[in-house]
């Protein structure tokens, strides 16, 4: 069979390859052809790009449902099967079964090669649902990279240790889809993993320091394998000085952190309770010791919020020096508790938010509790331009001369293409940003880590034109 992987995108994709879709790739009997389509290195023409493949599957998460319905559509009216999977569809299978011909509840490691027998057979069944999978069998296939050869992607190799998370913060989805029980690979297949692949390293764990003793082993080993890299991590973990060390030590160069809020109250009331803003100073100042940028990760709009959290958000960021922020207006995501709760109070302006074309235009989708609608908006407007005006960019910068290379050659192109980002899609809201944009930040900055760490990764031809097989109809 031909089977399309199709990585459909929102103006908050990154360009970064979308691992599930390797992984499932990985999973696809050798001899099926597997042919990955990524809308945001390429925008999908539903006129010219439908295939005539054997099997479509999309990977699906919220922003990306109103997109990847269209396209599961355009598919469909020409007679291919095509089956939904990921984050969104697994909150909400019975609206992704509207658009599609099969849906996958939830991880898909023991199921996809059972989607791949029934469509070869047609006998593809609605919904497909499992126990979440043990990851810690070692020797499971590996994702396959060789189908993510764009040369838009940003050169970090996207790896994932472990799923799964604990904690019981309000917003997110993460343990609604993944498990509350944390779920980790073998060490030794990580270390196999990240052997074969380059340099620069991204890791897509929510926190990559969950379980200080897995954490402890993997960062022991990895150091020997001299890689950079970048993660997310709680606070709680970066605390010690002694997990902060061994990151350092095994090639760390920049943190996300999800800070959420410097308010006490709003953790609590959210269920981030590890987060301990008193701390954050040291914290902070810790990690750009041991040469890690942070880049920060703020929400605003939480019920204990007041309409002095976007200035004092920001004054605070600037403070710290961090390299980089994110502001995000709270996001009602399906399945989540926040959700739940917001639905019970009847606070829900557009229950199906992510059905509409531009997100980013009409949130929030909720009334808040302290300030109106558009307060929030304008608050979260105002946050992005002041963190990103050209003064706040001279002040987080001039005494940061300790961090990383991704701070001394990254900080300028990345802080410039964010202060368009925050003048153009946050306050005009221009869609389509990136591929409008006529300054790329990102080709200055891969050239100059390129010239700094050496040869990235082994990449083979641009994909970025859309493959032509046989298009149906013609
Ligand atoms: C890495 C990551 C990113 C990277 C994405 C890189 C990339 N191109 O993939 C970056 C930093 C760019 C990013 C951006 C954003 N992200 Co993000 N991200 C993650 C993270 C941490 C890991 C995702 C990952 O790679 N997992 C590893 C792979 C192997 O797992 P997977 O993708 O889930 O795939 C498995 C299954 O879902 C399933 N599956 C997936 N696709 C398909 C398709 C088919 C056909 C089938 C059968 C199965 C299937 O099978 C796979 C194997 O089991 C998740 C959190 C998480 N734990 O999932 C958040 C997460 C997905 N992100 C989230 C959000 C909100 C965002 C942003 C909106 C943030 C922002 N404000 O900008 C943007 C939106 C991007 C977009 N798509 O438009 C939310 C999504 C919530 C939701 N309901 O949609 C998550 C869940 C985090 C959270 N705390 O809630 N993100
Ligand atoms: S925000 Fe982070 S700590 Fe909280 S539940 Fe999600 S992944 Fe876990």
Avoid at 19 to 29: C, E, F, I, R, S
Avoid at 176 to 190: I, Y
Avoid at 421 to 442: E, H
Wanted: hydrophobic share 40%; charged share 25%.
């Amino acid at each position: 069979m031909q089977i399309e992987l199709i990585a459909t995108a929102s103006e908050d994709s990154a360009y970064l390859p979308r691992l599930g879709l390797g992984v499932l790739a990985a999973l696809t009997p050798k001899t099926d052809e597997v042919i990955y389509t990524d809308d945001l290195v390429k925008p999908f023409d539903i006129e010219r790009d439908v295939k005539d493949v054997d099997l479509v599957g999309i990977s699906v998460d919220s922003k990306t449902a109103s997109r990847s319905y269209a396209i599961a559509e355009a598919y469909r009216k020409r007679g291919v099967k095509v089956v939904l999977g990921g984050i969104h569809p697994t909150a909400l299978p019975d609206e992704a079964l509207r658009f599609a011909d099969a849906v996958v509840v939830s991880e898909a490691e023991d199921l996809w090669p059972r989607v791949v027998e029934d469509a070869r057979n047609r006998r593809l069944q609605r919904i497909y649902r499992g126990e979440l999978p043990d990851l810690s069998k070692p020797g499971r296939p590996l994702a396959r990279r060789d189908l993510f050869r764009s040369k838009k992607y940003i050169p970090f190799q996207v790896v994932q240790t472990m799923r799964g998370c604990p904690y019981p913060c309000e917003f997110c989805s993460v343990s609604t889809a993944n498990g509350t029980t944390m779920r980790f690979r073998p060490v030794d297949d990580v270390l196999g993993e990240l052997k074969q692949l380059g340099k620069l390293i991204m890791f897509a764990d929510d926190n990559v320091m969950i379980h200080r003793k897995y954490s402890a082993e993997l960062f022991t080993k990895l150091a020997e394998l001299d890689k950079h890299w970048i993660g997310q991590c709680s606070l709680a973990a970066v605390g010690r000085i002694e997990n902060v060390k061994l990151m350092a030590e095994s090639g760390c160069k920049a943190l996300f952190i999800g800070f959420e809020s410097i308010d006490d109250e709003t953790l609590a009331f959210t269920g981030k309770r590890q987060n301990r803003p008193a701390k954050y100073k040291d914290v902070l100042e810790m990690l750009h010791e041991h040469g890690i940028s942070t880049w920060g990760s703020f929400v605003f709009g939480f019920d204990t919020d007041d309409s002095e959290v976007f200035d004092r958000t920001v004054e605070f960021g600037v403070q710290m020096q961090l390299t980089m922020a994110l502001f995000a207006m709270l996001t009602p995501y399906p399945g989540t508790k926040l959700y739940k709760r917001l639905l019970a109070e009847n606070r829900l302006t557009k229950p199906n938010w992510w059905l509409e074309g531009d997100h980013d235009a009409g949130s929030p989708y909720f009334q808040p509790k302290t300030m109106s609608r558009e307060a929030l908006r304008e608050g979260w407007q105002r946050a992005w331009q002041r963190f990103y005006s050209p003064g706040a960019i001279w002040k987080r910068w001039t005494v940061r001369q300790r961090s990383s290379w991704i701070q001394t050659l990254g900080y300028l192109p990345l802080n410039i293409m964010q202060n368009r980002l925050a003048k153009y899609k946050i306050g005009r809201g221009t869609q389509r940003f990136r591929s409008a944009s006529d300054f790329d930040p990102m080709s200055t900055v891969m050239s100059a880590i390129a010239a700094e760490v050496g040869p990235i990764a082994p990449r083979g031809e641009s994909a970025d034109e859309p493959r032509r097989l046989r298009v149906v109809g013609e």
